[in-house]
């Protein structure tokens, strides 16, 4: 539970547990978040025909929720423009390394959820998340974004709607090996992927990064 308050200088958001309230906080539940406890259990942490994959739909969401190292802010509003979220996803920035646990390796499991249950329109969370992307990658950062409707494809079944969301959600996590699929259209971000993780790659990550590499000889061309 929190034992001391980390407040946003920007906006004021306050992240608190989603699955452990601190009462010394006297903070007062939201009342979505019941129903983003029911959706983390009842949909990331299960399996789902459509994925393509055995497993859990987020491999990362049932560590984060048994440790109780899954954070949320609640930001309230309809009408909330891009330089609003980029202020709240500014702080976030900020407030994540601070969040408990701050010490690997249970720091890895931890993530953190901006929830704007008001809003019906998502085409500034995806602007967001695009801008925001690169500065969250050179941290060792992901910014997802979720939101109903969402059709951004999963990795191993294009047709499965991976991102779909009851709510809309711009979430905050550490990178994980996993993830070279959403890293590997620019270079800055495959940088920072293999300086963290070229030791200890995943097989079928290593094998997609040398398809990849690998180029086809031309017509003729003989062995050295």
């Known amino acids: 539970m929190n034992t001391y308050r980390l407040i946003g200088t920007r906006t004021g958001v ?35 025909p459509a994925l393509g994959r055995p497993g859990p739909v ?23 423009d891009i330089e609003r979220l980029t202020a709240i996803v500014d702080d976030l920035y900020e407030l994540f390394p601070a969040l408990p646990p701050r010490d690997e390796p249970d720091s890895k499991f931890k993530a953190v959820l901006a929830v704007f249950p008001d809003i019906t329109e998502y085409a500034d969370i995806e602007t967001v998340q695009q801008d925001q992307k690169t500065r969250f990658v050179e941290k060792g950062l992901m910014i997802g974004q979720f939101y109903p409707g969402c059709t951004f494809p999963g990795l191993h079944n294009p047709a499965f709607p991976a991102l779909d969301a009851p ?58």
């Not at 993830?179 to 094998?207: C, G, K, M, Q, V």
Request: proline share 10%; glycine share 4%; hydrophobic share 35%.
């Open 167 to 224: 709510l809309p959600i711009l979430a905050v996590r550490h990178m994980a090996p996993t993830d070279f699929p959403f890293l590997n259209t620019r270079h800055e971000w495959i940088d920072t992927y293999l300086r963290l993780f070229a030791p200890d790659l995943p097989e079928f990550i290593t094998s997609t990064i040398s398809h990849k590499l690998v180029q086809t000889p031309d017509a003729g061309e003989g062995t050295p």
């Open 14 to 48: 306050e992240p608190s547990n989603l699955f452990a309230l601190d009462p010394a906080t006297g903070a007062t539940e939201h009342p979505n978040a019941a129903e983003l406890r029911r959706w983390t259990r009842e949909y990331l942490c299960q399996p789902h």
């Open 58 to 80: 987020c491999p990362y969401t049932g560590h984060a929720m048994e440790r109780r190292y899954l954070w949320v802010v609640f930001i309230d509003g309809r009408y909330i």
